[in-house]
C-alpha cells in the first residue's frame, strides 16, 4: 500500500462535557457492575497507557507489529504508529513526557460487512464497559444522504445506526467519564474502510489536552504521510 489514510478520533471529543453539563449524565443500568470479559480489547489498550516509549516498541514488536513512523501533534504530544506487515490493522499510541495516554487500534480492511462488523464489536466493548459508570455521552452518524446527526445517548444512536446500516458512512460514538475516554469509530473513505476503537487515560494525560475539555472538539483528520516511512 503506497499510502495510508486514517482518521483518528478526537482526543477528547467532549464538547458534550459543556453542553450537557447540566442534564444527569447517561448511565448504563442494565447490570450492577461491568463484566471485564466484555471488553477486552479496551482492556488490552488500557494496558498500553503510562508504558514509555522503549516498553511500547518491545510490546509492539512482539506483537508482530512494525514502527512505521512518529510525528507531533503539538508542543506536548507525539503520534507513533505502528503497522501490521500485511496492513491488516494498525496501532496509534499518543506519547506526552514518554509516557503514552492515548492508545487507539485500527482494523483496516476494504469490506465494508467487516468493517461494520468491527464497529458494532467495538461499540459492544464501549458499552459493556461503562455499565454502571457514571458517565458523559457523545453520539454522531453520517449516512450518504444526512450528515452529522448527533445524540446524547447510545440507545438513540443505535436506532438511527441500524435503520441507517446501509448508507453510514461516518459514525463515532464516545464515553467520557472522570479519568478515562472510550470512543469506537467508523469510516469508509476512498475504498479503505477503518473502525477503530480508542482508549484515553486521563491520569496520563498533560495539562494542554485537559484543558480541551472545557472546548467543543470535532473529530480530527490526520494524515500520516508526512511521516510514514516511505
Not at 504530544?77 to 496509534?92: H, I, K, Q, V, W
Not at 482494523?107 to 468493517?115: A, I, N, S, Y
Not at 469506537?184 to 474502510?193: K, L, Q
Request: glycine share 4%; hydrophobic share 35%.
Amino acid at each position: 500500500m503506497k499510502k495510508i489514510i486514517f482518521i483518528l478520533c478526537a482526543i477528547l471529543s467532549v464538547g458534550v462535557l459543556n453542553s450537557c453539563k447540566d442534564e444527569e449524565p447517561e448511565k448504563l443500568t442494565t447490570n450492577n457492575v461491568s463484566d471485564p470479559s466484555k471488553y477486552k480489547s479496551i482492556t488490552e489498550l488500557k494496558s498500553y497507557t503510562g508504558k514509555t516509549t522503549l516498553e511500547i516498541d518491545s510490546i509492539m514488536s512482539e506483537k508482530g507489529y512494525v514502527f512505521y513512523g512518529e510525528t507531533p501533534l503539538d508542543e506536548t504530544t507525539n503520534l507513533r504508529l505502528f503497522l501490521a506487515s500485511d496492513y491488516s490493522g494498525m496501532y496509534e499510541l499518543m506519547i506526552a513526557k514518554d509516557t503514552i495516554y492515548v492508545s487507539v487500534f485500527a482494523k483496516m480492511t476494504t469490506v465494508r460487512d467487516t468493517g461494520l462488523y468491527y464497529f458494532e464489536k467495538y461499540t459492544d466493548e464501549c458499552v459493556a464497559k461503562m455499565v454502571g459508570v457514571n458517565h458523559e455521552y457523545e453520539g454522531v452518524c453520517s449516512t450518504d444522504i444526512v450528515l452529522d446527526s448527533s445524540f446524547t445517548t447510545h440507545q438513540n444512536f443505535w436506532n438511527f445506526y441500524i435503520q441507517n446500516k446501509s448508507t453510514v458512512n461516518i459514525c463515532n460514538e464516545t464515553w467520557v467519564t472522570n479519568t478515562e475516554v472510550v470512543s469506537s469509530y467508523f469510516e469508509e473513505d476512498e475504498g479503505t474502510i477503518m473502525p477503530m476503537l480508542m482508549y484515553v487515560n486521563m491520569n496520563y494525560a498533560p495539562a494542554s489536552i485537559l484543558g480541551e475539555l472545557t472546548k467543543k472538539t470535532s473529530l480530527k483528520k490526520i494524515n500520516p504521510s508526512k511521516f510514514i516511512k516511505k
